[in-house]
């Protein structure tokens, strides 16, 4: 069921979804919305003429996306001056007239993101403007993650690592499968990953691909992801600056036939490559989130497109990546933690 965005918060509650099976109306809402958003629509058009190339390496494969309907969020200044000089766009009051939205979880509202890098893209954000922090809402993500984990992967985008709306609470979801480390984690894992923990329905790895870092969490057991996640967030916070959110970005997927939560946490180092902010025709429009870490780069202007070569994907993910030293004691600090488990 759709809500009407001028409602109050009392008056949302009863325009909620009707039952818990999220996922069909999550998917219904975007063909109801197609049809009568004008801007959405041509969002999704413009995914009929986007391009791919590939990049190989040593046990993966990197795809890059020409999208120039992403230009807005890849180039979005988010310091502080723009952020408080301009008006929140996924605050409510402020969301286009014909954009509908289910209610989620008393808090959040499912919208339909008019520009999208998935066949069918979606943005949660808290119904209230609260900063982009992960720590109180890392339950959310796992109940959502499973809510519409039969069709759709959950993300998250620390407030220095790509969100382009630092200052409001909110996830983003797409097509599961879409992001190529679904389907390479696993070989990944066993080929060059290291296990830091493991029982006999919990497992959780430390991946380091010469590229990306990740620590992966996988179980059945809320809880215990929980309980995992905070040990990971108290160790990487000592790396981090003690009076802001440690860079991060979550990838999280429920797998419905095994009954399994699938959490891939990225810790990073840095928000943006040098070659963002270069001038003329060595500056490089790539700024990494977490579809980019799931294997996808999104380049939304079509000179970096073509121009891109691997060496500057190396580049990028070495500047942007948690350092590999400083990510090798990290996990070994959460491994010692995952002792008392």
């Not at 923990?197 to 380091?208: G, H, K, P, Q, S």
């Not at 108290?234 to 440690?246: K, M, R, V």
Request: with cysteine; hydrophobic share 35%.
């Amino acid at each position: 069921m759709t809500l009407d965005k001028s409602l109050s918060g009392n008056e949302l509650q009863k325009h909620g979804a009707v039952n818990d099976n999220y996922a069909e109306q999550t998917r219904a809402l975007l063909n109801q919305q197609k049809a009568v958003w004008e801007q959405l629509a041509n969002g999704y058009k413009s995914l009929d003429t986007v391009q791919v190339r590939e990049f190989e390496f040593e046990n993966f494969l990197l795809k890059v996306q020409f999208n120039p309907g992403r230009i807005t969020s890849s180039s979005a200044k988010v310091d502080k001056k723009s952020i408080k000089e301009r008006k929140c766009f996924l605050c409510l009051e402020n969301l286009p007239a014909d954009q509908k939205g289910i209610y989620y979880n008393s808090d959040y509202l499912i919208l339909c993101n008019p520009f999208p890098i998935f066949p069918q893209h979606f943005t949660i954000p808290h119904v209230r403007h609260i900063p982009q922090r992960i720590d109180d809402a890392f339950d959310v993500l796992l109940a959502l993650s499973k809510d519409i984990g039969k069709y759709y992967t959950v993300f998250y985008n620390g407030p220095k690592c790509g969100a382009s709306a630092p200052d409001h609470l909110h996830f983003q979801a797409g097509n599961k499968g879409f992001m190529p480390i679904e389907e390479q984690f696993d070989m990944l894992i066993s080929s060059i990953g290291g296990v830091l923990y493991e029982d006999n329905d919990t497992r959780v790895t430390a991946l380091d691909d010469s590229l990306r870092r990740f620590i992966g969490i996988e179980s059945p057991n809320k809880v215990t992801i929980n309980t995992v996640y905070k040990k990971f967030y108290t160790s990487f916070a000592e790396y981090s600056d003690i009076n802001e959110e440690p860079m991060m970005n979550i990838i999280s997927l429920f797998d419905t036939g095994k009954n399994i939560w699938r959490v891939l946490i990225i810790p990073r180092g840095k928000h943006r490559p040098s070659f963002y902010y270069n001038e003329g025709d060595d500056k490089i429009l790539l700024s990494p989130a977490s579809v980019d870490f799931g294997g996808v780069l999104i380049t939304p202007v079509e000179k970096d497109f073509n121009s891109l070569k691997k060496d500057h994907i190396i580049q990028m993910f070495k500047e942007v990546s948690l350092d590999r030293e400083v990510f090798q004691s990290l996990t070994t600090d959460i491994e010692q933690e995952l002792e008392t488990l």
